[in-house]
């Protein structure tokens, strides 16, 4: 284990760096679309994951049941990231399954729900801060005390999280504004305990709530240079990567899974 004094990037050059064997992790929203790829990542990578769900119990079983069969380690947790004491109850209990400690935190769990100023309603704005923002804060402020030193903290940003790009997205996207505010603060705050704190900011990737269809679809498809939509398992890739003790010196970044959409 990487303590707090000693130097991560000094390391023999023969050190394994790409293996996640003997973390844990914890994607919140891992029951399908980005989370369910980034657990099955995770696993893939040697890591035993935990994730969290509120409502697709079977779809969670399912992914559990598939990481299992190829030999990794997971398991499924019900709690609602926007309700505070679900979400800290959800990360208690995952701890406390992956044996005490956490290595990996991915806040992927998150909703879009879009409409201007004047249109959108109170309910909706309010449960967008509630997954999006509070749940981030309350799952990460439950998961950094568990968290072993040389920890990962890997936030689901957007690049609507960079450009508030699109006329009826400013409040989802004001809660990726504040993803990346909180991936900032929180880099400097985990720094001494060598803890990493990254946003990872998806273009338009093909999923239950972005599906590459219809009219909307053809649009974006054209504002992006790679002329398509991104799969889930690209976004993981870059998240699988954060995880590993190769990025060690990476923290306090936004980096875009896009296509190139706001090259
Ligand atoms: P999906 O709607 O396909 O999947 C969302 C996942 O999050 C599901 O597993 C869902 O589980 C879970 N979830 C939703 N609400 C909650 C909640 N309150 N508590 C716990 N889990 C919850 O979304 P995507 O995979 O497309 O998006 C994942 C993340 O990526 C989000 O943060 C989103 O903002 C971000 N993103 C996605 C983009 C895209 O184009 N797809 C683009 C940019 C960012 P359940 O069914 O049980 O609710």
């Not at 000094?10 to 790409?18: A, E, G, H, L």
């Not at 844990?24 to 969290?52: D, F, M, N, P, Y």
């Not at 509070?134 to 439950?142: E, F, I, P």
């Not at 991936?183 to 400097?188: C, Q, V, Y």
């Amino acid at each position: 284990m990487t303590t707090a004094n000693s130097d991560p990037g000094d390391r023999p050059m023969n050190t394994d760096v790409f293996n996640l064997a003997s973390k844990t992790a914890l994607v919140t929203g891992g029951s399908r679309g980005i989370g369910a790829a980034c657990a099955k990542l995770l696993a893939e990578r040697g890591a035993s994951v935990a994730i969290t769900y509120s409502r697709s119990a079977e779809r969670a079983e399912a992914l559990v049941s598939e990481i299992t069969a190829a030999g990794g380690l997971a398991f499924a947790i019900a709690a609602d990231a926007g309700e505070v004491d679900a979400a800290k109850a959800g990360v208690a209990q995952a701890i406390d399954r992956l044996g005490g400690h956490l290595d990996i935190l991915v806040n992927n769990a998150g909703i879009a729900e879009h409409g201007p100023i004047g249109l959108l309603s109170d309910d909706t704005f309010e449960r967008q801060m509630d997954i999006n923002v509070r749940g981030v804060w309350y799952t990460t402020s439950a998961a950094v005390a568990a968290m072993r030193d040389g920890g990962r903290v890997i936030n689901i940003g957007s690049f609507l999280g960079e450009r508030v790009s699109a006329p009826g997205t400013s409040a989802y996207g004001m809660t990726k504004h504040a993803v990346a505010g909180l991936t900032k603060g929180w880099a400097r705050d985990l720094a001494a305990r060598q803890i990493t704190v990254n946003t990872v900011e998806p273009g338009s990737i093909e999923t239950e709530a972005n599906p590459n269809e219809g009219e909307r679809a053809a649009m974006i498809k054209m504002m992006v240079p790679l002329g398509r939509y991104g799969q889930p398992r690209e976004v993981a890739e870059l998240v699988a990567f954060l995880a590993l003790p190769a990025a060690s010196y990476i923290t306090g970044a936004q980096i875009l899974v896009d296509g190139g959409m706001l090259a």
